[in-house]
């Protein structure tokens, strides 16, 4: 495509002779962005990579000290450390997989002759288009075992959501659902109304029970747009930090965003943490390559 | 779907009526909690039952201006009598509005956030979408090596946890005195965005037909001229969506705002949990300053609904 | 389209033009605290100055729980949005080594400050290291964890009754930590929706470790030896192991929910019905004995924290010194401002404002003691405190404490001694890798 207008555009032609040319465009429009990404996300991470085999404190004025792999070795060797990303899958398997099973439920629902489907719709969007930490801090008062409001619908009495350390990760994941299912409701919904009515009509004329067509047609033919929907929300939920850090402070919620927070701006430990946020980002790398090689796949479609 | 025939069907789909209901309400639910409790007398916001009918009030959103005091004692009838109408609210309420040497009222650190979060959402938007539409153009019409590792490259700098990246710009920052300023914020957000509004702005572009600037190039148009006269109005309703979507995601940013930020740059995210009072939480007071701040994400998410599709996945799924 | 950009643009930088200029006047300090009501006191206090000598001074606050991140990330980014700050005890250690405060030692002589202060607040607030003769602040909030409780549920003669069968002596103001847990199972009543006690919990900053250390320091023990920096067989010591138990029971008399709590939660324990003790700092109480904030501010009263099994009484030191950060650019305006605020009429001025002025002949007078009906309960209290590891790893020391200490009182994980033995084990640790002991 791109090769097409190149061809179209002869360089001796007169439109290319006045102003600049293509090339010149081109690398105007495109470098400083490039630019701009490199100084200011690659840069940092370069220079954080040379910290992470210190022993650099920011908060004081004493000179870094190389310590070599030290740092990475005792991080990988701590069992905080390991319960923190152990806490941090548990977040991310229950609240995906409770934004698939919500999500997917309501666009099932919705694909229906609905009216206002539009409007209902939309009302449904709201709460992931509003800030976690803003929304997240009321959610307290929404469980709170004496006066919130979850509690008194739901007859629970006194049930401590955010107190109870076994509970409190499953009421940040409810949060959480509560935010992104709509998301996960949104891209279901693209791909339900992009299956053929046809093949509905077919199954239906064969006289193929709703289950068979759910599992047969529906479901392999939303899958694709349903895993994009599903890498999303992993990454996200690996990253999470706002929602977990506003409603709990138990270690059982100690996601490892917040333990790195927690490690470089409360401790102080510029270079362990250095060290830490690295070892993030590996995990982090990787799981943007499988979204990456997912995305290319559904777009080749 | 396939049209109503079956009685069957029919009672299925009023099933899924009622369904799409009640969840619609129990997602709005908190929402309409977060609004009414703005509205409400401090003593009404925590009860059992809770308060559902009240006579609404403008006190919490007094209180969330005004920077105020806690009194031992109740002010004397006089001082009451003396106190303009908002000011007896405070004092209902067991405050006092604290004021200047000068005697001016003294006003919260609300409104300077608020403003705050207008002045860099609103700047880094601008910078985003702007270098995002230059960028998207050209790699939607010309031909570049490497693209696909280019884009990729692009879209990984968004997937960094935002804390990885604080650590050293943070560190950087300090270096050159950028902590703490809008500037410092507004360049992180707009890194944080470009890459976003790349891949949003690219598939827009992408369906912008080329024919259009052709049929320019040959009427003597040079490829600028094309760019800005032909190509960007037909890409306005994309640029107005990608700028909603930027908007929206830095008026929300919490994790860079509250590490970067103190107080003459800090944004509304990282304040209002810091709002739940001094000697006993106000929940009025938090409602309030939330409602407000949520109030332009509301009224974009409805402008933005046909596009929300598009904004929320990249650009990856078209509508 | 090119049209509303270059307005737009023009916009913003209109927009960014006002958010600066606000900052340009130029005799104007700046003091840091964390929210609370001192801090508003603060503010009216220094609107006299303002009053006096032109110089507007703007205290501003962050929430508790990010009140230390907040100010280390702008000490340690050189910041000058700050003049001054108004820091916890903890802190000076970290804060002086690291050349954040600048040294008042000559401010401190000159104006003999060693005597005019409470002893207590020159020691935990202003010296560093201890003994060392060498001052960085200068004490401003004295602070210290006392108790609020239900007067009507304890003088309910039904109550008393019943108190006094059960327990066999009389229900009063908890003489020793052992009533205190019988009171607090007393009136520990599920099914009524009323409960013991509240107890301080929140593990995001110092709040459950003060109220630990109430526990540990009224037991006769001691959290290490602060000078050869010897932790083992001291914080894991008998007393201590028994005092932890001792929290951890408390806890099991508290409210539902209340495994983050500090200061506004226990406020809100006697304001909503909810506990008949409450923990909480002296400071807090002003908003308890009004009945616009506390419906049942006629029936609240207040007691120094009990003493352990042995007799050793003390509490847990809040409170702050005045400090001047070494990146102001205003430092010569913030002395002038020191030297207002301490003298005489200035600290009785704050006193009368609901501070906690440290100023030792303030607090001796009987117009302090009898300003309010906890303020004596303050004055005894402030002989009788102590305070946690000054270190500048302080902050590592509190994680630390807070990660051992916090599953097992809220979480039921281990039991006091493994907890305690494990915790010497990391502040040895933590002390070896800075080289505070070999």
Known sequence: MATAVMTTLDPKSRSAARGMSDLTIRNLFIIPTIVFLIVF??????????????????????????????????????????????????????????????????ALLLNRDIPLKGLLTTLLLLPMMLSMAVVGLFWK????????????TLGLGSFEWLSNPDMALYAVAITDIWMWSPFVMLLSLAGLSAVPKHLYEAAAIDRAGSFYTFFRI?????????????IFRTMEAFKTFDLAYILTSQPTTEVISIRLYKMAFQEWQTGRSCALAYIVLIMILAITNIYVKYLNKVKER | MAAVTTSAERSLNKLAIVGVLIVTIIFLAPIYWIASTAFKPRNLATTIPPTVVFQPEISPFVKLFTKRSQLRTAPTPEQYAAAPWWERLVFDGGEKVVRSGRGEVQWSGYPSRFMNSLIVAITSTILAVGMGTFTAYGFSRFKIKGEQDLLFFILSTRMLPPVVVAIPMFLMYRAVGLNDTHWGLIILYTAFNLSFSVWLMKGFMDEIPKEYE?????????????????????????????????????????AFALIMTNRRAQTAPPFIPSQVGSGLSDWTVIAAGTFLFLLP?????????????????????RK | MRKTMTSMLAGIGLLLACGT?????????????????????????????????????????????????KAFTEFNAKGSAYDMVVGDSQWIGAASEAGHYVDLTDFFNKHNLKEVMAPATVKYYAEYPSNSGKYWSIPAEGDAVGWSYRKDWFEDPKEMEAFKAKYGYDLGVPKDWKQLRDIAEFFHRPDEKRYGVAIYTDNSYDALVMGVENAIFSFGGELGDYSTYKVDGIINSEQNVKALEAYKELYSFTPPGWAKSFFIEDNQAITENLAAMSMNYFA???????????????????????????????????????????YSQNQEEAMKFLEWFIKDETQKKWAELGGYTASAKVLESPEFQNATPYNKAFYETMFKVKDFWA????????????????????????????????LAADWNATFKKYNRVK
């Open chain 2, 214 to 254: 052709e049929a320019a190039l040959v009427d003597g148009y040079t490829r600028m001229e094309a760019f800005f006269k032909i190509v960007l109005p037909e890409a306005a309703t994309g640029i107005a969506a990608t700028a909603v979507f930027c908007f929206i995601t830095a008026w929300n940013e919490y």
């Open chain 1, 218 to 230: 529906t479901l392999p033919l939303v899958a694709p747009i349903l895993m994009i929907a599903i």
């Open chain 1, 41 to 106: 996300n690659i840069f940092p991470l370069l220079y954080s990579l040379g910290y992470s085999f210190t022993d650099f404190r920011a908060s004081s004025a004493a000179p870094a000290t190389f310590v070599g792999l030290q740092n990475y070795r005792e991080l990988l060797n701590d069992p905080f450390i390991w319960s923190n990303f152990a806490i941090t899958a548990k977040y991310v398997i229950v609240s995906v997989v409770g934004q698939v099973i919500v999500g997917f439920g309501v």
């Open chain 3, 21 to 69: 200029s606000v900052y340009a006047q130029d005799k104007e300090l700046t003091i840091f605290w964390a929210e609370w009501d001192p801090a508003n006191y603060l503010q009216e206090l220094v609107n006299l100055y303002e009053a006096e000598s032109g110089v507007k001074v703007t205290v501003e606050t962050t929430p508790w729980p990010d009140f230390q991140t």
């Open chain 3, 284 to 326: 807090f109480f002003p908003a308890l004995i009004n009945e616009a904030s506390n419906p049942n501010a006629k029936v609240t009263g207040f007691f120094a924290n009990p003493p352990g099994p042995n007799g050793d009484q003390f509490a847990a030191l809040g409170g702050q010194g005045i400090s001047v950060i070494s």
């Open chain 1, 141 to 152: 008062l929404l469980y709170d075992p004496s006066f919130g409001i979850i509690n008194y």
């Open chain 2, 297 to 317: 994400v509301a009224i974009f998410t409805f402008l933005l609904r046909n596009h929300l599709l598009r904004g929320m996945s990249f650009g990856a799924i």
């Open chain 3, 391 to 422: 270190t500048p790893e302080y902050a590592e020391l509190l994680i630390q404490m807070n990660q051992r200490v916090y599953p097992y009182i809220t979480g039921n994980q281990g039991t006091a001694k493994e907890v305690l033995d494990a």
